[in-house]
């Protein structure tokens, strides 16, 4: 039996919960035995339950003597890190747990999983194993480890002769038939008609909390109702189904919108509904379910905005980089210039204000296979909504960049099992290259 030891050093890791969820899921639970160390909101959010793996909550005040008590007791062949960007920060010692010297005492083999387009790595472009540059500034904290998984998408799968450095392909190995039965018995669960559209509109709790601690909560009823009126364009009924929120509102339904929220959703549940969704809906640039999605044939929209706003509150004027502001959102952002004028400014990813000027790209980084959207420019937006569950030319680029991806990226990616048995069999730690 193969033991790995996956840490979540993070206190916001919710979106490398999902992929160590896509990754054991690869993995065969009679020879490889997973164990999970997590803090206390990102293994409270998850159910790992279904993959036969341990969460061991590592909560404020957990020492280094419990690390080390776990490492005697445990006694891993394989640790692997699952969010090094966090232990590199200048604020680690304020968001994680764990600190970075822990890394140098673990006799087993040590990895590093990355995907937030932040990848560890020297000027160029291969494995560091000790000093890096992390999006072009050297990190105040080093790591100590062997070996790097780049988890493709998001990241670009390349050919490579480095032999410390994995490419994971997160692709689906779901048969077709169980992805329809999931299906159905999801959209029955929700009570989705049958001629109904199912959506899924999903608000990552890490930027979600970011958003409660500016005070930006608001925000997303604005989005939520940003989105019943794109659907309401439709002709198809459509059934919409809000993650990670509770509902704004008293109402749930809307024209031809149902609405389903779920404040929480537990990781299986979460992952049929994905499966099961025709559009997939969000805010972040980094959220998992994007790629994801995308890998099971579903397209899927980023949203941000590129609407600043001028003037005063009593009499504003709004710039954005597009021709027209429709009247529906002239109206609503009125009011909002009056009642919470700190929600409108530009972002790509909320609630972090965008800094550059809107990229001027659709299918926004290919390797990423999915579209950005401005918020607020109901002509494209809504033009790019009904193309991609009605078709048109944005569902076949979609399908083109999809395929090509297919082609030409995931034979450069391994599976988990491969990966977890050439690390296995790894010489011990130190040697180098």
């Known amino acids: 039996m193969i033991k790995v030891l996956y840490v979540i050093a993070g206190d916001f890791a919710f979106d490398e919960m999902l992929y160590v969820d896509q990754f054991i899921g690869q993995l065969?639970?009679?020879?490889?035995?997973?164990?999970?160390?997590?803090?206390?909101?990102?293994?409270?959010?998850?159910?790992?339950?279904?993959?036969?793996?341990e969460v061991i909550t590592a909560g404020p005040g957990y020492s280094y003597e419990e690390w080390q008590k776990l490492l005697i007791d445990y006694e891993p062949q394989i640790v692997i890190l699952c969010d090094p960007a966090i232990l590199l920060s200048e604020d680690a010692p304020n968001l994680s747990y764990m600190e970075p010297e822990w890394l140098q005492d673990i006799p087993c083999v040590v990895a590093v999983m990355d995907f937030r387009m932040n990848l560890l790595k020297t000027p160029d472009d291969q494995l560091a194993l000790k000093h890096y540059v992390l999006n072009k500034?050297?990190?105040?904290y080093v790591l100590d480890y062997d070996f790097l998984i780049k988890i493709c998408p998001p990241h670009n799968a390349i050919p490579t002769d480095n032999p410390k450095l994995f490419q994971w392909g997160t692709k689906n190995a779901l048969a077709g038939l169980s992805l329809y039965t999931t299906r159905e018995e999801v959209r029955i669960q929700l009570g989705c008609k049958p001629e109904s559209r199912l959506i899924t509109l999903v608000f990552p709790l890490e930027n979600t909390i970011m958003a409660i601690d500016k005070g930006l909560f608001a925000h997303f009823g604005m989005v939520i109702e940003s989105?019943?009126?794109?659907?309401?364009q439709l002709e198809d009924d459509c059934m919409l189904a809000v993650i990670n929120m509770p509902p704004p509102f008293e109402d749930y339904d809307f024209d031809n919108v149902q609405i389903r929220f779920f404040p929480t959703l537990d990781m299986p549940l979460l992952d049929n509904l994905l499966k099961s969704s025709?559009?997939?809906l969000t805010e972040s640039l980094t959220y998992p379910g994007l790629s994801l999605s995308a890998l099971r044939d579903t397209p899927a929209v980023t949203f941000g905005s590129s609407l600043s706003l001028e003037g005063t509150p009593e009499a504003p004027t709004y710039t954005h980089a597009f021709e027209t502001l429709d009247p529906f959102f002239q109206m609503k952002l009125d009011a909002l210039s009056q009642e919470d004028p700190e929600l409108i400014f530009p972002y790509l990813s909320f609630p972090m204000t965008l800094s550059h000027h809107w990229p001027q790209t659709e299918l926004y980084r290919e390797n990423n296979l999915f579209y950005l959207a401005d918020l607020f420019d109901a002509t494209k937006t809504s033009?790019?909504?009904d193309e991609l569950l009605n078709g048109g030319p944005y569902l076949e680029d979609f399908k083109q960049a999809l395929q090509m991806f297919r082609q030409k990226k995931l034979e450069l990616?391994?599976?988990?099992?491969?990966i977890i048995r050439t690390l296995v069999t790894a010489p011990p730690r130190n040697l180098g290259l």
């Open 28 to 53: 065969d639970h009679r020879t490889v035995e997973n164990r999970l160390l997590a803090p206390p909101l990102p293994s409270s959010q998850v159910t790992l339950k279904d993959r036969h793996t």
């Open 278 to 280: 025709e559009l997939l």
């Open 413 to 418: 990616t391994q599976d988990a099992e491969t």
């Open 227 to 232: 989105v019943i009126y794109y659907l309401n």
């Open 383 to 385: 033009k790019l909504i």
């Open 137 to 140: 500034i050297t990190p105040p």
